[in-house]
T-cell receptor, first 112, second 115 residues
Framework: DAKTTQPTSMDCAEGRAANLPCNHSTISGNEYVYWYRQIHSQGPQYIIHGLKNNETNEMASLIITEDRKSSTLILPHATLRDTAVYYCIVRVVSGSARQLTFGSGTQLTVLP | KAGVTQTPRYLIKTRGQQVTLSCSPISGHRSVSWYQQTPGQGLQFLFEYFSETQRNKGNFPGRFSGRQFSNSRSEMNVSTLELGDSALYLC??????????????FGPGTRLTVL
């Protein structure tokens, strides 16, 4: 799986949009971009994923650049409960190497 | 639909003992993966099971093993426990159906402490 680069930490004011960047410059054509988050000592929570088109669900939006070398996760109205470590992962979804390879992630702190 | 469940949630063992952790996947999910999370190494992949067969394995010693039952429930076993095995052990399940993006959903984890 391609390596990802994320900022170590970010702050966001409550009620504002949180924009979390991720670089994945070596992504392959068959690799998807996945985002998970982990609130302290809980299991990672799936947020969203995409291949090349922008995606939106009830939790967040995922913006993938046209060259697919980077992406941004957007939490439109951050709340205190969104404070967590956010992981950007690129992975294939078929074959024998489907496991998730977690990096260090971004610690997002939502401030009141 | 109920999520992934893991039992027990907390466990304390001593060095040299063995431990078995259990994972029940989301109903209908056929693949179960196990991960270890420690402060020093982060989240690392242990192994994946599908149709009662190990499909993929991470870089862990043979003391770490697992199995999957016909109802897709899975167990992992760690023998001859070492202090460094203290970790949060996470189980994730997925549908494992061809032609779709196969998202893994995680359980709450089992916190293992080795004394």
């Amino acid at each position: 799986d391609a390596k990802t680069t994320q900022p170590t930490s970010m702050d966001c004011a409550e009620g504002r949009a949180a924009n979390l960047p991720c670089n994945h410059s070596t992504i392959s054509g068959n690799e998807y971009v996945y985002w998970y988050r982990q609130i302290h000592s809980q299991g990672p929570q799936y947020i969203i994923h995409g291949l090349k088109n922008n995606e939106t669900n009830e939790m967040a939006s995922l913006i993938i650049t046209e060259d697919r070398k980077s992406s941004t996760l957007i939490l439109p109205h951050a709340t205190l409960r969104d404070t967590a470590v956010y992981y950007c992962i690129v992975r294939v979804v078929s074959g024998s190497a489907r496991q998730l390879t977690f990096g260090s992630g971004t610690q997002l702190t939502v401030l009141p | 639909k109920a999520g992934v469940t893991q039992t027990p949630r907390y466990l304390i063992k001593t060095r040299g003992q063995q431990v078995t952790l259990s994972c029940s996947p989301i109903s209908g999910h056929r693949s179960v993966s196990w991960y270890q999370q420690t402060p020093g190494q982060g989240l690392q992949f242990l192994f994946e099971y599908f149709s009662e067969t190990q499909r993929n394995k991470g870089n862990f010693p043979g003391r770490f093993s697992g199995r999957q039952f016909s109802n897709s429930r899975s167990e992992m076993n760690v023998s001859t426990l070492e202090l460094g095995d203290s970790a949060l052990y996470l189980c994730a399940s997925s549908l494992f159906a061809s032609g779709i993006t196969d998202t893994q959903y995680f359980g709450p984890g089992t916190r293992l402490t080795v004394l």
